[in-house]
């Protein structure tokens, strides 16, 4: 049986930190899914809290067409500062992540503003698309500060060698497979101490843009950064992920939303403008 949106909902929202959560626990019960009378066109139909994902103007994923981004002048070097965080590997129905204690992860800094890291999950296939290439994979990473603004930086994933970070949480990952998780519940699987380098790797280059979260409520005003350097995952690990997943989640990429008129711009430290 697929997982109850109720559910669902409600821990993710604790997962990242959003909402409160005796407000979460007021949501209909509904059911949301990527394929079918339940897939990503109809999500805005399903409950009146998910009106956003068919009425928001600024929704993602999105398709970022190279040509058509603009130097943010005010953009700066992304600064990433995670640690060594206690982590938690979990499965919420629709994705599988990484939860860290609280403030536990580090933190990224985006307009001179720290974000706490509070989450990762990846999807499959890639929801953002680059020049309309959509990839094997992507990473989010999301993160939160003080004063309740959300960020994510998402990681672009292609058929390649495997990730190291993947690779740190393979067995684990095997481990996650063997738990069912029916109708109001997550598979929690404790990773201990998980190092975060590789997280942490030099960005040259990365795109900045204005949009959502991209599973309902589809919740607005959040700022993306998408790195501009594409990285490998293997195709056993990308299998690995789906494993644990039951078959309409297996495939957890929403389709690219319309930019709305928005502005994509581009950080390029090699660039003079």
Same mark, same amino acid.
């Given at each position: 049986?697929?997982?109850?949106?109720?559910?669902?909902?409600?821990?993710?929202?604790?997962?990242?930190?959003?909402?409160?959560?005796?407000?979460? %626990?007021?949501?209909?019960?509904?059911?949301?899914?990527?394929?079918?009378?339940?897939?990503?066109?109809?999500?805005?139909?399903?409950?009146? %809290?998910?009106?956003?994902?068919?009425?928001?103007?600024?929704?993602?994923?999105?398709?970022?067409?190279?040509?058509?981004?603009?130097?943010?002048?005010? @953009?700066?070097?992304?600064?990433?500062?995670?640690?060594?965080?206690?982590?938690?590997?979990?499965?919420?129905?629709?994705?599988?992540?990484?939860?860290?204690?609280?403030?536990?992860?580090?933190?990224?800094?985006?307009?001179?503003?720290?974000?706490?890291?509070?989450?990762?999950?990846?999807?499959?296939?890639?929801?953002?698309?680059?020049?309309?290439?959509?990839?094997?994979?992507? @990473?989010?990473?999301?993160? %939160?500060?003080?004063?309740?603004?959300?960020?994510?930086?998402?990681?672009?994933?292609?058929?390649?060698?495997?990730?190291?970070?993947?690779?740190?949480?393979?067995?684990?990952?095997?481990? @996650?497979?063997?738990?069912?998780?029916?109708?109001?519940?997550?598979?929690?699987?404790?990773?201990?101490?998980?190092?975060?380098?590789?997280?942490?790797?030099?960005?040259?280059?990365?795109?900045?843009?204005?949009?959502?979260?991209?599973?309902?409520?589809?919740?607005?005003?959040?700022?993306?950064?998408?790195?501009?350097?594409?990285?490998t995952i293997s195709k056993e690990q990308v299998e690995a992920l789906k494993a644990p997943l039951e078959p309409p989640y297996k495939k957890n990429a929403r389709p690219a939303q319309p930019l709305n008129g928005r502005k994509i711009e581009i950080y390029d430290e090699l660039s003079e403008y």
């Amino acid at each position: 049986m697929a997982p109850s949106v109720s559910s669902i909902f409600v821990l993710s929202l604790l997962l990242i930190g959003v909402f409160v959560q005796t407000h979460a %626990k007021n949501e209909q019960s509904a059911t949301f899914s990527y394929e079918g009378s339940n897939g990503p066109e109809h999500w805005g139909s399903m409950s009146s %809290k998910f009106a956003t994902c068919s009425n928001g103007k600024s929704q993602s994923p999105i398709d970022i067409v190279k040509d058509g981004a603009v130097f943010g002048k005010h @953009l700066q070097k992304l600064v990433r500062r995670y640690n060594t965080a206690n982590a938690t590997l979990v499965n919420n129905g629709f994705n599988i992540g990484v939860d860290f204690g609280e403030k536990t992860g580090g933190v990224a800094v985006i307009d001179d503003k720290n974000y706490t890291l509070r989450q990762l999950h990846w999807h499959s296939p890639s929801e953002h698309l680059l020049n309309g290439e959509r990839f094997a994979a992507e @990473l989010h990473l999301i993160h %939160k500060a003080d004063d309740g603004g959300l960020s994510v930086i998402a990681i672009l994933l292609q058929d390649g060698d495997s990730d190291p970070l993947l690779e740190k949480i393979q067995d684990k990952l095997r481990e @996650l497979t063997k738990e069912k998780c029916g109708s109001n519940e997550e598979a929690h699987i404790a990773l201990g101490e998980l190092n975060l380098k590789h997280l942490r790797k030099k960005t040259r280059k990365y795109y900045r843009y204005i949009g959502s979260f991209t599973v309902p409520p589809c919740t607005e005003n959040v700022i993306w950064t998408i790195l501009g350097k594409v990285r490998t995952i293997s195709k056993e690990q990308v299998e690995a992920l789906k494993a644990p997943l039951e078959p309409p989640y297996k495939k957890n990429a929403r389709p690219a939303q319309p930019l709305n008129g928005r502005k994509i711009e581009i950080y390029d430290e090699l660039s003079e403008y």
